[in-house]
């Protein structure tokens, strides 16, 4: 909780305590109150001199008042941020704890403490190392941890061994989780070995998840060696996929041929599914070859699938040159279209190059449909002239129809020219319609003239009312005015 925050759930308290004040004693809180607000105005401006000054106004002035504790506490912080000599600094919130025991700042400056003598330990100042380790035994949980993780960077044994303590008489998850981070970070044979145990047998499987991202982040030969023979007992499932992205965390080649193997041979799909994507993340040379080869073998679906994705994670254009063999020659529709929304997806101008025409080559309609999509998913400059041309040539009327949709929805006034010619000239009224829509979905600057002279000139009355619908939902003056004239002359 910010203090800002602290202060709004003090109001009202603060009310009844003025009530009760004499009015003379009501005016010396009203100023403390002032002045520390002030003050503390600058510590979050980090105006760290302003803020000294203020804090010890507050203090000389008011040292009684409710805020001399938060006063003295955040002149200590303040100290510290002007650099001042860590002893001292440390002095002074060692000085708060023992006059403001049971403030609610108290254990803030234990945990300052805890940093600050670690710090002159560090620097040769071997006397504060007793100092942090009487702070193990803080009743708060946090300050106790801070203190304890200081004692184990410092080598102190004892320190490690009432960790694992902690860890296994602490009911608190988050807690066990700030533990675990200890252990992970310690270089010590006890906290490898019960990262271990954790990971094999703790009875929850979201610390055994978290034992196990570390033990993968560690690597070395000990780490792959652990996570292989895990892999081959472990029964969860979640916690096989966490061994799976332990794996991209080991030395380029290890991860990846592991990932493979698992994405070859697993029973199961869902598990193969995770190899492919981890596979695709990990940045491994061997990536595009392995996943090719799992592409060729696969039966499954969904885990092909997977792998169309994985191509269009790799950074190169190998990933797209792949993609566009799938589409072009796959014999399933369903893998042809997922390929095809990658190859929208990536944008390039080898994208383009083989996007173009496809439509026209293409047997399957609902490919045909993910192909204009995909053109609509590309730069306006490079996938508005395919769709132009799908809406002008194609031989199918419903193409021609999508085509139109997306030409809309990319809403560039440049198309009036041809949505104006298609409305008028194409075979299909169904057509012509469809490119009223697009008429009203671009700029109404463009389009709401075209289609007044539609509404007004088209020989087909079916159209001419379709034009006038549109005409009526687009809101625009113009549109108005010659709805009106249509009245007029239809008397």
Same mark, same amino acid.
């Given at each position: 909780?910010?203090h ?42 980090e ?13 000389e ?23 001042e ?44 190392t007793a ?14 941890l801070?203190?304890l ?34 252990l ?122 997977q ?15 792949? +993609? =566009?063999?799938? %589409?072009? /020659? $796959? &014999? @399933?529709?369903?893998? !042809?279209?997922?390929? #095809?929304?990658?190859?929208? *997806? ?104 075209? +289609? =007044?002279?539609? %509404?007004? /000139? $088209? &020989? @087909?009355?079916?159209? !001419?009312?379709?034009? #006038?619908?549109?005409?009526? *939902? ?18």
């Open positions: 909780m910010t800002t925050v602290q202060l709004r759930g003090l109001a009202s308290l603060a009310l009844l305590a003025l009530l009760a004040m004499s009015p003379l004693q009501a005016s010396a809180q009203d100023e403390a109150d002032a002045l520390y607000r002030e003050a503390y105005d600058f510590v979050l401006d105006a760290w001199a302003d803020a000294r000054v203020g804090l010890q106004r507050v203090l002035a008011y040292p009684s008042s409710n805020w001399a504790d938060d006063a003295q506490y955040w002149l200590c912080h303040v100290r510290e941020k002007q650099d000599d860590p002893e001292a600094v440390f002095a002074c919130h060692e000085a708060f704890v023992e006059q403001h025991s049971r403030s609610r700042w108290a254990d803030d400056a234990r945990a300052d403490m805890v940093r600050l003598g670690n710090r002159l330990v560090r620097s040769g100042q071997t006397q504060y100092r942090v380790r009487a702070l193990q035994g803080s009743s708060d949980r946090e300050v106790r801070a203190a993780d200081a004692l184990r960077e410092l080598g102190d044994e004892e320190a490690l061994a009432v960790l694992l303590d902690l860890y296994d008489t602490t009911d608190d998850d988050a807690f066990r989780k700030k533990i675990l981070f200890i992970a970070d310690a270089d010590s044979p006890a906290a490898t070995e019960r990262l271990a145990v954790i990971a094999r047998s703790d009875p929850d499987p979201d610390m055994r998840r978290q034992a196990i991202f570390w033990i993968g982040d560690r690597g070395g030969a000990e780490a792959v060696a652990f996570l292989d023979d895990l892999f081959e007992r472990e029964e969860n499932r979640e916690v096989q996929k966490q061994i799976l992205m332990a794996y991209t965390e080991l030395p380029v080649g290890e991860g990846a041929i592991r990932l493979s193997r698992v994405a070859r041979t697993h029973p199961d799909a869902e598990m193969r599914k995770q190899a492919v994507f981890w596979i695709s993340q990990s940045d491994d040379p061997q990536a595009e070859d392995l996943l090719e080869r799992i592409f060729q073998d696969e039966t499954d679906v969904d885990v092909q699938r792998v169309l994705f994985a191509f269009s994670e790799l950074d190169d254009e190998a990933g797209v040159s792949r +993609l =566009i063999r799938v %589409a072009q /020659t $796959h &014999p @399933d529709a369903e893998l !042809r279209k997922q390929a #095809i929304f990658w190859i929208g *997806e990536s944008g390039g101008r080898e994208a383009v190059d083989a996007l173009r025409g496809m439509a026209n080559t293409e047997t399957d309609l609902d490919v045909q449909r993910q192909i204009l999509f995909a053109y609509a998913e590309l730069d306006d400059d490079a996938g508005l002239p395919l769709l132009e041309q799908v809406a002008r040539t194609h031989p199918n009327a419903e193409l021609r129809k999508q085509a139109l949709f997306w030409i809309g929805d990319v809403g560039k006034s440049d198309a009036v020219t041809l949505l104006e010619e298609v409305a008028r000239t194409d075979a299909s009224r169904e057509v012509q319609k469809q490119a009223l829509f697009a008429l009203s979905e671009i700029d109404t600057n463009a389009g709401v003239p075209v +289609l =007044i002279d539609l %509404a007004k /000139t $088209h &020989p @087909d009355q079916e159209v !001419r009312k379709q034009a #006038i619908f549109w005409l009526g *939902e687009s809101g625009d003056p113009r549109a108005r005015q010659a709805l009106l004239d249509i009245i007029r002359s239809e008397r």
